[in-house]
Structures are given as structure tokens and as C-alpha cells.
């Protein structure tokens, strides 16, 4: 039987069916509750049914995607059909119009289908033009990043000039180098005139300290002890050397120092690689703020310094190189004996480093210890010297 038809009664008279039907979707949570007061609001008048979706949809309320659960309510009666509209709207479903006849739900159905593949046809356009219109900012975006932060540096040193008195021109008081003069001269003067008149001052000048990219790390390293005063030796050239052989001296292994030597070695032959320079590490957030390749070559030189002071430990990977021992004397021979006239035993001193028998005595761990304990006294009274001397140096 379907709505809109006419019912032949057992006297043959026909009338029309008074069922009518309410459609929507609801959460699947509230669905027992939504049946169960539905069912005694309308004392059994209806018929529900109800059917999960087949794909979760978005919430517009919350945003959550959730898979929504469809009803149909067949009833009878207007005031049954205004209880069940009554208790949809309680419960927040989403209601939504149901023709009554079987062609008008035909229609319904070819009229959404047509408009479903008319916004995707749209929307597949849409991504489309988005897509080309990205592409081409994607290749303009490096000269705008550039043009944004030239604009963005010249503001801020106009934002440091004050005006004359006619609020004509700007004037600044800046330093600048005495061999930078007839740059400055020429950059100002390409675009609009200028006058650059030297300002005697009894006051002391800030520090100018150049650097590249192979000693601005180390130049980190010194800056954040102290920068130094106008004309002072600059310790960060001797930093260079001393800073990665103490570290050595600390960390000396062959095995440590070629992996570290091997991770610096990939950092500088990739610093301006763009997957670097995108990840979200603290590496490349120092590549993007570039100061991330100033690291490279002070681990490079840590590396290459913890490979020659592993080779003096005679340590790789925490293991003892060859000795040249006989295996045939330590089978024999509880002890050893630096004693040169034994035969076979003793041919002279170990060519480099120290002898990896060590690593088989009893002593060994008081032996080694104490000789990296002296070596980092000696040489930091050494360096501590070298920077008493830079001192002197200074105060003259």
C-alpha cells in the first residue's frame, strides 16, 4: 500500500490513505531513547525504522566525524505527526522533507544525484585552479620571502632615523667601517641623494667581528663568554682549533668520532638542501633562521680530532688495537715485563698511541685514567697560559 493511492475496502468504496511520514537522521546514541519515548508519546500509532549510514559524516555542531543513523516514521494522524515533530526537535535531529508519492521521491532522488555530481564537478574544478594558482606562488614564494625581508629590514633601520626640523629628510647617526665608507656612499646614493658626513666622538666604537660560514659557529661559541672590546685579540680564530681537540680530549674514540665526522660531513654537503631546511627539528629551524650551518664544520673538526686522540687512547669503539705481543708469551706468562732483554718479547716502544696490551692488565683502568687525568692538566695549563698571554695582550 502506498501513500497517495486509493484502499478498497470490503464494500468496494474506495478511500484515500491517511499515512504520512517523517524522515532525518539522528546521533546513534540518542536512538534507544528517541524510539522508546516515541513509541509511548504515540501510544504504537507509527512505524519506525531505523538504518546506520553507510560513511561517517562530519557534526556541524561539533565537527566530529560520526556515523549518523537514519530514521523513517510512518504515522497516522496530524496530531500524532506534530508529537513525533515535537520530540525530533528535542532530541536534535535533523529533519528532512519526504514526498509522499512514489513519484515525487523518483524525482527527489534524479534532481539530488544532479546536483551532487554538478558540486563535484565544481569542486574537482575548484582543487584544480587552487592547485595552479599554488604551483605559481610556490615558485614566486623565494624572491617574495627575499623582497619581504629587505622591506622588512629597511623599515626597521627608517623607524631608527629621527627627522630635521623641516620633517623633510631623515638623519642617522650610525658606525660604520672606515673601508665600508664608499660602499655605504654608493648604496645611498643610487636611489636618492644623500650626504655622509664623518662625526668626530670620544665615544668608544662597537665591535665589527666578519665572519663566514666555517668560523661563525665558533664565533658563537666565544660571543656568549663575551664579545670583545674595540681592538682586542679575538680569541674565536684560536678557538678553532683548541675548542674541537678538547672535546677530543674528553671524547677520544676512533669508532665515536668517525660517525660524528661522517654526520658533519652530511650536514655540509646537504646545508642548502630543501628537505633539510623544511623539517620541523631543531635542525632545520637553525637552517631556516640560518644559523643552523654554522654548526657543520665544529663537528666536523670534533669528529676529525676524536679520530686522531682515539688513535693515541688506542681506542675503537671501546676495543684495543693490535699488539705487537706474541700470543705465545701471554699463554706462558701471568705478567708482563717491559723489559728489553727478553727475546721476541719487547721490540721497541708501540709506533703510535698507547700499547693495547694495557687493555689486558690488571691496572689497566688506573693506568689510563690517570694518563688522560695528567694529559687535560698539562694542556689546560697550557691553554689557560695561552689565554693569560691573549690578556696581556689586550691591556697594552
Not at 139 to 159: C, D
Not at 208 to 215: G, V
Request: charged content about 15%; some cysteine.
Amino acid at each position: 500500500m502506498t501513500c497517495g493511492a486509493a484502499v478498497q475496502l470490503w464494500d468496494g468504496l474506495p478511500i484515500p490513505c491517511l499515512r504520512s511520514f517523517v524522515a532525518g537522521v539522528i546521533h546513534p546514541w540518542r536512538v534507544t531513547a528517541f524510539e522508546r519515548l516515541l513509541w509511548r508519546a504515540c501510544r504504537g500509532y507509527l512505524v519506525a525504522s531505523f538504518v546506520e549510514m553507510p560513511e561517517p559524516m562530519e557534526d556541524p555542531a561539533t565537527g566530529e566525524n560520526i556515523t549518523w543513523v537514519i530514521f523513517l516514521i510512518s504515522y497516522w494522524g496530524e496530531q500524532i505527526g506534530q508529537k513525533i515533530r515535537k520530540i525530533s526537535d528535542c532530541f536534535h535531529c535533523q529533519v528532512y522533507p519526504y514526498p509522499e508519492s512514489d513519484a515525487s521521491r523518483t524525482d527527489t532522488m534524479t534532481s539530488l544525484h544532479s546536483q551532487i555530481q554538478d558540486l563535484s564537478v565544481v569542486l574537482e574544478e575548484t582543487e584544480q585552479y587552487l592547485a595552479q594558482v599554488l604551483d605559481k606562488v610556490a615558485l614566486a614564494l623565494p624572491t617574495w620571502r627575499v623582497q619581504v625581508q629587505k622591506m622588512k629590514a629597511i623599515y626597521l633601520i627608517l623607524n631608527q632615523c629621527s627627522f630635521d626640523v623641516t620633517e623633510k629628510c631623515l638623519i642617522a647617526e650610525v658606525w660604520c667601517p672606515v673601508r665600508d665608507l664608499t660602499q655605504v656612499q654608493d648604496a645611498l646614493g643610487s636611489s636618492v641623494e644623500c650626504f655622509v658626513q664623518r662625526v668626530p666622538t670620544s665615544e668608544s666604537p662597537p665591535t665589527l667581528i666578519r665572519t663566514n660560514k666555517f668560523t661563525a659557529g665558533f664565533q658563537s661559541i666565544v660571543d656568549a663568554y663575551g664579545v670583545a672590546s674595540y681592538q682586542e685579540v679575538n680569541p674565536a680564530p684560536y678557538a678553532i682549533i683548541t675548542f674541537p681537540f678538547i672535546f677530543a680530549i674528553m671524547f677520544g674514540d676512533v669508532g665515536h668520532g668517525l660517525l660524528m665526522l661522517l654526520f658533519a660531513l652530511w650536514m655540509v654537503l646537504y646545508e642548502d638542501s630543501p628537505r633539510l631546511r623544511q623539517g620541523t627539528n631543531e635542525v632545520g629551524a637553525g637552517r631556516r633562521a640560518g644559523t643552523g650551518g654554522a654548526t657543520s664544520p665544529s663537528c666536523l673538526l670534533m669528529g676529525a680530532f676524536s679520530i686522531h686522540t682515539g688513535f693515541i687512547y688506542n681506542d675503537v669503539a671501546t676495543m684495543a688495537n693490535h699488539s705487537s705481543w706474541s700470543s705465545e708469551y701471554l699463554a706462558t706468562h701471568p705478567s708482563l715485563t717491559l723489559d728489553p732483554n727478553v727475546t721476541g718479547v719487547f721490540r721497541g716502544p708501540y709506533p703510535f698511541g698507547i700499547d693495547p696490551i694495557w687493555s689486558l692488565a690488571t691496572n689497566h683502568l688506573n693506568f689510563l685514567n690517570s694518563f688522560k687525568m695528567k694529559m687535560s692538566v698539562v694542556l689546560g695549563i697550557v691553554h689557560m697560559g695561552f689565554g693569560v698571554v691573549l690578556g696581556v695582550f689586550n691591556h697594552l
